[in-house]
């Protein structure tokens, strides 16, 4: 496992991020423990001890899983990173209470101390809340830090950069680290790479989530995946990604968001040695980022969702405008399309725009939501294909 200094700590280069852990085969949306058992323990063997949750993951059972596994091993070989989600505060949810929140939250986990603990989702929405002084949010935290309860303060960031820059300028200096989405799409579609030089004039570490976006940037089309494999065959396209990171930003931290254990181990075989991109190889990636620059930068965090009084699966509906975009396998997406029921299509938003306040993309989810329902009827539907089908049978039959 490679390693990174940060202060006195040497902290794997490779974290654990809890946000989409492994589920039973059921349906219910219930943590595989099992699972999650075991992809810790392969973890532990290959040297990582940096582990991440936050309060909404997984409907807040995230912190109780993740809490119960490491609670197999001495505790001073793990370090648990957690986040108060002072977003929520400005988007029609109920206000969460830093001392009700923080509280609930050590008890989740079964701890005493969170060695990491963020600010989380600091953005432009957000900042509303978080800059103000009459909310004491960061004075508490501060107070929690001086009393060893939390030994490391830093915050996350989904803003652009401008509103980094500002809340650096406002706050840095009470402030140890910065988690930023980075990856080489966001190095030019969210100016990640002006993120970076704004923290590191600041002298904070960076920390990276969203390295394979969701997901997004650990399969292509036959022929890219192709073209990879023939300039590295023995690894994937997510090690691709990770490898970027070891070639031009170099953070301090990389969390992945693993959800099974053969990520878990392809993981840990990419951050076993450094191998950095040459030349060529980071031309593909140009290539790749810049056949994804014209698609909408959802990553599926659902932060749109819990406010949405339709209860739509916004990151299911802009997956699909993607894909529609795209193009590909328009019939079997239709198909799905039609599979989601009345009341849960694009057609059904009703514009409120709550979406678009709690998007750490600053995706304009209604705009975006009218776009879907002008592609989806220039196509046919599944059902009008079905029909289709059916009297071209029955022709045949009478025939």
Not at 249 to 259: D, E, F, H, R
């Amino acid at each position: 496992m490679l390693f990174n200094q940060f202060q006195d700590l040497q902290l794997s280069a490779l974290g654990f991020g809890t946000m989409r852990l492994p589920l039973l085969s059921d349906d219910s949306g219930t943590i595989d423990q099992e699972e999650l058992d075991r992809m810790v323990d392969a973890a532990m063997a290959a040297g990582v001890n940096y582990f991440d949750t936050a309060h909404p993951y997984h409907g807040g059972k995230s912190e109780g899983a993740i809490g119960k596994s490491l609670a197999r091993y001495p505790r001073e070989s793990w370090y648990l990173a957690d986040k108060f989600p002072g977003h929520q505060n400005v988007h029609g949810v109920t206000e969460l209470q830093p001392e009700q929140v923080f509280e609930e939250q050590l008890e989740r986990c079964g701890v005493d101390y969170f060695d990491f603990y963020l600010l989380h989702n600091v953005n432009e929405s957000s900042m509303r809340y978080y800059c103000n002084p009459e909310k004491h949010c960061l004075d508490y935290f501060l107070e929690q830090k001086a009393k060893g309860r939390i030994r490391h303060l830093g915050f996350s960031c989904h803003g652009g950069p401008d509103a980094l820059k500002q809340f650096v300028d406002q706050y840095g200096k009470d402030l140890e680290f910065c988690q930023i989405q980075l990856n080489y799409v966001d190095w030019k579609l969210q100016d990640a790479k002006r993120k970076c030089e704004i923290l590191r004039e600041a002298g904070l570490p960076v920390w990276v989530m969203e390295p394979v976006r969701g997901g997004k940037l650990a399969s292509f089309a036959e022929q890219t995946e192709a073209e990879m494999h023939a300039l590295r065959p023995e690894e994937s396209c997510a090690a691709w990604a990770f490898r970027w990171l070891q070639t031009v930003p170099k953070p301090t931290m990389v969390l992945s968001g693993m959800s099974n254990l053969a990520q878990m181990q392809d993981n840990l075989k990419t951050f076993s040695e450094e191998k950095p991109l040459n030349a060529e190889e980071i031309a593909v990636l140009d290539k790749i980022a810049q056949g994804m620059l014209g698609t909408i930068p959802c990553t599926g965090c659902r932060y749109c969702c819990a406010g949405c009084p339709m209860e739509l699966d916004i990151p299911l509906l802009m997956n699909m405008a993607n894909e529609m975009q795209v193009g590909g396998n328009i019939l079997n997406l239709m198909m799905r399309y039609s599979g989601l029921g009345d009341g849960k299509r694009a057609g059904d938003c009703i514009g409120c725009g709550q979406c678009r306040e709690a998007c750490p993309q600053k995706i304009d989810v209604p705009a975006e939501m009218g776009k879907l329902v002008d592609a989806v009827a220039a196509q046919k539907s599944w059902e009008e294909v079905c029909r289709e089908r059916a009297a071209i049978a029955a022709a045949e039959a009478k025939a």
